[in-house]
């Protein structure tokens, strides 16, 4: 009770909170005035049709990224894995506004993606060693918050900086904050360091953890082939079609080596927690990816409305992760994650009938509030039972599986997207009938997360 009491922002926790408040804001902004900057960049790097690329080409670095945090944190703490990543992060960021194709765009957002891996474990790991169990709901509840103001003024902002003078500011602006935010873990460095320190013996052998970053790769490089096969997909047999079908098979085999046994077929307890973070992540990033897409090209919105919409749906989110956080949900948060996927059920299938219906385009401020609600509520709430469920010797490996369920949900909603997209795209436009066929199968994977949340209680 004295370490609730004491809070996430008590002298004891202050230095620690804020480094990671500041981790995580940074990346937010970058993942939210990207959505809104891309439409204009992808028109002038002429790569409409491989716009989802732009996104997916960033998280499939990201899962090697989060593999090999997983292995250097459980070996040598976070420190390392943050400082990488901070570098690399700043470093992919300035690359993609300086670059004048879309290849070189690509390598930009891969580089950044690996270096946002790193990060997101490594926070993860400070968050299961340095924080008492009673007070880790909480801190999550101030991660997710993290995202409030990003997520309220990343869209208008990047909205804005697109319009007045270019897409490429939105990458370079976000340079500065990485490296404040870089010198400010480098001022906490001693007190993370003594607190996240790891007191027993690691969980897996130097051969596992060897093992365990070749797996890595593996799984990075099968999802790149995914990404690279779909992005401009055509229904013929072709070379794309092939590397797409062995990118498949590829992650098929290599996930379920690095995630926890039965994870696909929802075995009680931490598998069916990473089952329900990937089938979370696969919905929402799926979906949410092509509305600005939707809203500008379809509706004739301008950018700024677009950010406009994604903000206010933001909120919903940080609503979720607020109520998870409260300590009467202690022993129960497996109810809050079978209703978040109700909730972005809901939601997504709101965003359905807004596009096919021909609703007022501003509905989906509402629509994308209720798909927020359900993932503040689930991936929050997944996050304190994953700790809980593991060792304090495997916290890296149990938050690099689960950020990697994470990532790669993601990476496979928005290639599943994508290849539909690509396919069915026409550059007459009148994509509306394409926008409902890609969210209604979405729908369909975010309702399965209702029964996975009643699968992790053991």
Same mark, same amino acid.
């Given at each position: 009770?004295?370490?609730?009491?004491?809070?996430?922002?008590?002298?004891?926790?202050?230095?620690?909170?804020?480094?990671?408040?500041?981790?995580?804001?940074?990346?937010?902004? #970058?993942?939210?005035?990207?959505?809104?900057?891309? @439409?204009?960049?992808?028109?002038?790097?002429?790569?409409?049709?491989?716009?989802?690329?732009?996104?997916?080409?960033?998280? %499939? %670095?990201?899962?090697?990224?989060?593999?090999?945090?997983?292995?250097?944190?459980?070996?040598?703490?976070?420190? @390392?894995?943050?400082?990488?990543?901070?570098?690399?992060?700043?470093?992919?960021?300035?690359?993609?506004?300086?670059?004048?194709?879309?290849?070189?765009?690509?390598?930009?957002?891969?580089?950044?993606?690996?270096?946002?891996?790193?990060?997101?474990?490594?926070?993860?790991?400070?968050?299961?060693?340095?924080?008492? #169990?009673?007070?880790?709901?909480?801190?999550?509840?101030?991660?997710?918050?993290?995202?409030?103001?990003?997520?309220?003024?990343? @869209?208008?902002?990047?909205?804005?900086?697109?319009?007045?003078?270019?897409?490429?500011?939105?990458?370079?602006?976000?340079?500065? !904050?990485?490296?404040?935010?870089?010198?400010?873990?480098?001022?906490?460095?001693?007190?993370?360091?003594?607190?996240?320190?790891?007191?027993?013996?690691?969980?897996?052998?130097?051969?596992?953890?060897?093992?365990?970053?070749?797996?890595?790769?593996?799984?990075?490089?099968?999802?790149?082939?995914?990404?690279?096969?779909?992005?401009?997909?055509?229904?013929?047999?072709?070379?794309?079609?092939?590397? =797409?079908?062995?990118?498949?098979?590829?992650?098929?085999?290599?996930? !379920?080596?690095?995630?926890?046994?039965?994870?696909?077929?929802?075995?009680?307890?931490?598998?069916?927690?990473?089952?329900?973070?990937?089938?979370?992540?696969?919905?929402?990033?799926? %979906?949410?990816?092509?509305?600005?897409?939707?809203?500008?090209?379809?509706?004739?919105?301008?950018?700024?409305?677009?950010?406009?919409?994604?903000?206010?749906?933001?909120?919903?989110?940080?609503?979720?992760?607020?109520?998870?956080?409260?300590?009467?949900?202690?022993?129960?948060?497996?109810?809050?994650?079978?209703?978040?996927?109700?909730?972005? %059920?809901?939601?997504?299938?709101?965003?359905?009938?807004?596009?096919?219906?021909?609703?007022?385009?501003?509905?989906?401020?509402?629509?994308?509030? =209720?798909?927020?609600?359900?993932?503040?509520?689930?991936?929050?709430?997944?996050?304190?039972?994953?700790?809980?469920?593991?060792?304090?010797?495997?916290?890296?490996?149990?938050?690099?599986?689960?950020?990697?369920?994470?990532?790669?949900?993601?990476?496979?909603?928005?290639?599943?997207?994508?290849?539909?997209?690509?396919?069915?795209?026409?550059?007459?436009?009148?994509?509306?009938?394409?926008?409902?066929?890609?969210?209604?199968?979405?729908?369909?994977?975010?309702?399965?997360?209702?029964?996975?949340?009643?699968?992790?209680?053991?």
């Amino acid at each position: 009770m004295d370490d609730q009491r004491l809070g996430v922002f008590q002298p004891a926790y202050l230095l620690m909170s804020l480094a990671l408040v500041a981790l995580i804001t940074v990346i937010a902004f #970058e993942g939210m005035a990207v959505s809104t900057a891309m @439409p204009d960049a992808a028109r002038e790097l002429d790569a409409v049709r491989s716009y989802g690329l732009a996104f997916s080409v960033m998280l %499939t %670095t990201q899962l090697l990224g989060i593999v090999l945090a997983g292995v250097w944190c459980d070996r040598s703490g976070p420190l @390392p894995s943050l400082y990488t990543g901070q570098l690399l992060f700043a470093v992919g960021c300035a690359g993609c506004g300086s670059a004048t194709g879309f290849s070189p765009f690509l390598l930009g957002r891969a580089v950044a993606g690996l270096g946002a891996g790193l990060i997101i474990v490594a926070a993860y790991v400070v968050v299961g060693r340095a924080y008492p #169990e009673p007070l880790r709901p909480k801190v999550f509840s101030v991660i997710s918050a993290a995202w409030v103001l990003p997520s309220l003024l990343g @869209p208008p902002v990047a909205a804005w900086v697109t319009t007045t003078w270019s897409w490429r500011w939105v990458f370079w602006m976000v340079v500065v !904050p990485v490296v404040v935010a870089l010198a400010a873990v480098l001022a906490r460095r001693t007190q993370i360091a003594a607190a996240s320190k790891v007191v027993e013996e690691p969980g897996r052998t130097r051969r596992q953890h060897v093992r365990a970053a070749w797996l890595g790769v593996l799984i990075s490089a099968s999802a790149g082939a995914v990404q690279w096969g779909t992005h401009d997909l055509e229904l013929r047999l072709s070379v794309r079609t092939v590397v =797409a079908l062995t990118g498949v098979a590829g992650v098929a085999v290599v996930a !379920p080596l690095l995630l926890p046994a039965g994870t696909w077929v929802m075995r009680r307890g931490l598998p069916s927690v990473m089952l329900a973070r990937f089938l979370l992540t696969c919905s929402f990033f799926g %979906t949410v990816t092509y509305v600005p897409l939707m809203l500008v090209n379809e509706r004739g919105l301008s950018l700024r409305a677009a950010g406009a919409i994604l903000a206010v749906g933001s909120l919903g989110w940080s609503a979720g992760s607020w109520v998870q956080g409260q300590d009467r949900w202690a022993g129960r948060r497996y109810h809050l994650v079978s209703v978040g996927g109700l909730l972005l %059920t809901c939601g997504l299938l709101s965003i359905v009938a807004v596009t096919h219906l021909g609703w007022n385009p501003y509905l989906t401020a509402l629509s994308l509030v =209720a798909c927020g609600l359900g993932m503040g509520l689930g991936t929050a709430s997944l996050s304190v039972i994953s700790l809980l469920l593991s060792v304090p010797a495997d916290h890296g490996s149990t938050s690099s599986s689960l950020q990697l369920s994470d990532v790669l949900g993601s990476v496979i909603g928005i290639a599943a997207a994508g290849a539909v997209f690509a396919t069915l795209h026409t550059t007459a436009g009148h994509d509306a009938p394409v926008f409902v066929a890609m969210w209604l199968g979405l729908s369909v994977v975010a309702a399965l997360v209702t029964v996975a949340g009643q699968r992790i209680r053991t």
